[in-house]
Nanobody, 122 residues
């Protein structure tokens, strides 16, 4: 089992930027895909971005060109750089560790962090 701890959430105005971080412990970080999902009030949790252990990245259409996912295997950390934020990006963002196949399918078959709140004001 892996433990995931997110940080970096907060409040920002539309058009602003935030960087989320997620640090993993408990198993070999570099062997697994890492990703970010989000859940807005009243909505289902949705896939945002994922990266394989080798750094291949995938994004939801809604964030392509604005968000960048990256990982530092030496630090057991994955990042989500979010630029040009929109009010519709406001959600609780969850870090995920699992298989890339599951994440690309819109779910995660591994572990979850507890989430970090992102608020975007218009």
């Amino acid at each position: 089992q892996v433990q995931l701890v997110e940080s970096g959430g907060g409040s920002v105005q539309a058009g602003g930027s935030l960087r989320l971080s997620c640090t993993a412990s408990g198993r070999t970080f570099s062997s697994y895909a890492m990703g970010w999902f989000r859940r807005a009030p009243g909505k289902e949790r949705e896939f945002v971005a994922a990266t394989t252990w080798s750094g291949i990245t995938y994004y939801a259409d809604s964030v392509k060109g604005r968000f960048t996912i990256s990982r530092d295997n030496a630090k057991n950390t994955v990042y989500l750089e979010m630029n040009s934020l929109k009010p519709e990006d406001a959600a609780v963002y969850y870090c995920a560790s699992g298989t890339i196949a599951s994440m690309r399918g819109g779910y995660n078959d591994g572990s979850w962090g507890r989430g970090t709140q992102v608020t975007v004001s218009s």
